[in-house]
Each structure stands twice: as C-alpha cells, then as structure tokens.
C-alpha cells in the first residue's frame, strides 16, 4: 500500500513539475508576442476610425452610406480633409446628396476632394486639374470615334490638311493620350447612349494645347482614335502624306547654275568719219 502511495505522488510530482514547465513557456511566448505588439503600437502609433470607399465610384455617382465604410488609420497620418465623423459626411438637414468628382476605389479614404458639398451636383470644372482648361472639338462619323467615345477615355488626336513644300495632304498627329471629359452633354459613362453618334467630345488640355487644337480645327480636319488603358504617351513625331503613304520617292529638279560671261571691255574712237570700238583690259 505504501509503495503504490509513493508511486501515486511521484508521478503526481512529474506531472506537476511537467505542468509548471509548460505554463512558464505559455506565460514568456505571451510576453514576447505582447512586446512585439507594444513594439508595432509604438511605430504606427494611435489609431482612429476613418471612412473609406467601400466600392469604386465613377465621376457623377451619389454617395450614399452604403458606399462607405470605417476602418482604422494612424492619426499622424491622416489626410488634413479626410471624414471622421459621419454627422459631417452625411448631415441630417443636408439640402442634398454628395456626389463624387473623381473617380475613386474602394478603401480608398474619403476625401473633401473627391466629393461634392451636400447638395451640389457635380460639374465640368470639377474633373479639370491643376493648369487644365476644357476645349470642345467638334466630331462626327468621319472623326473615327464618333459613337464609340465614352468621358474619361484618352485618345489622339490627328491633324490633316495643307503643307508647303509637300504635294497633297498631310496626316500629322498633334496630340497624344488627351483625356476626354464630356460628350456632349454627359459628363460619365452611365449618360452616355450607345445608339447615338456623338456631336462634340469636351477634352481636358494645357493652355498651350488649347491654342494648338484651336488652329487646326480652323485650319484643317482632325481625326481621333481611342488610347488603350495603360498605353504611354507618344513623344516622336508622326507624319504621313501622300508620297509616304504610297511609297512614291520624288527626284528633286537639278537647277544647274548659270554659267558665267566673260566680261569684255571696249573703248570706242573716231577716226576720221568712222567710229571704232577697241577692246581693252578690264579695270575691276
């Protein structure tokens, strides 16, 4: 009977001693997964709830709660216009909607700049950068994209007419990955009709674009074509006429130079009743 006793404790003993080992190794994993959790707090630092997209919104679209979302963000670094409070994002006597006038993803945050004031639809300006200008160019079918354009697509934008010195017609393009923001009078894809061709496309430009595209539309045919997403912007110059076209190689007229007279001097006397012209050396 002892002798089971003695046995019962010392395997009580080891077990305990066992148990012990594990919750010290339990209890320092704890404390080095609660140092390193210090360690990230102190680097990333307070945390607050901030809204954020909770979709990708087109330029037009209506904001509404379902659209957004909270989540955490480090206070040092927030946006100086990001919304924190729902109250301002959303006002109870708000005469209206916000809308968005910048096209946004989704848990992108939700800045003053990329929404409207409560109410206030979004207009034309509101898609121009910085220095950008909007320029209407007048198209149709022979423009090669009418029917096709749709707001905030980029295309090029070609130029035809008279040269000096080059026979015919020249093709040359003048702009490239220009974005478009309006057809007509639709200032997103969702206003756009797909049976109808359109009229005018509103493209956004520098100043100096401005003036460029003005003059060839008064003084020749511009063309366009549709920009791939993600295509990079053409820098050489691009120049077709006639003769390139067809492959035509013209010999330019050999003007041969006129070949110079002998410069002869005379002296004329009379003698008696008769004239004579003698030739002398010529003075320079």
């Known amino acids: 009977m002892r002798a089971v006793f003695g046995l019962v404790l010392v395997v009580g003993m080891a077990l305990a001693g066992a148990a012990v080992y594990m919750i010290q190794g339990y209890i320092k994993q704890t404390e080095v997964l609660l140092q390193k959790e210090r360690e990230f707090?102190?680097?990333a630092g307070k945390l607050v709830e901030v809204f954020v997209f909770a979709k990708a919104l087109k330029y037009g679209d209506e904001l509404t709660p379902e659209d957004v979302q909270l989540i955490y963000?480090?206070?040092?670094?927030?946006?100086?216009?990001?919304f924190r409070d729902q109250a301002l994002l959303f006002p109870e006597n708000a005469p209206g909607p916000r809308y968005i006038i910048r096209p946004t993803e989704a848990y992108e945050p939700v800045l003053a700049s990329r929404v409207t004031e409560p109410g206030e639809l979004a207009g034309l300006t509101a898609k121009l950068e910085p220095g950008k200008r909007a320029f209407a160019i007048k198209v149709g079918v022979a423009s090669?994209?009418?029917?096709f354009v749709k707001p905030d697509d980029f295309i090029d934008i070609y130029w035809t007419g008279q040269v000096s010195d080059i026979v015919g017609e020249a093709t040359r393009l003048i702009e490239s990955s220009i974005q478009i923001i309006a057809v007509d009078n639709a200032f997103n894809e969702g206003q756009v009709s797909g049976s109808t061709d359109a009229r005018t496309v509103?493209?956004?430009?520098?100043?100096?674009?401005?003036?460029r595209l003005a003059q060839a539309q008064s003084s020749g045919q511009l063309s366009m074509s549709l920009v791939g997403a993600g295509a990079q912007v053409v820098t050489?110059?691009?120049?077709?006429n006639t003769d390139s076209m067809l492959g035509i190689v013209r010999e330019e007229a050999v003007v041969e130079a006129p070949k110079e007279v002998e410069k002869v001097c005379t002296i004329k006397s009379r003698k008696g009743g008769e004239e004579i012209e003698t030739v002398i050396p010529c003075r320079d």
């Open 144 to 147: 090669g994209v009418s029917g």
């Open 41 to 43: 707090n102190a680097r």
């Open 236 to 240: 050489e110059r691009i120049e077709v």
């Open 202 to 211: 509103t493209v956004a430009a520098t100043p100096e674009q401005v003036a």
């Open 73 to 82: 963000w480090p206070e040092k670094t927030l946006p100086e216009t990001i």
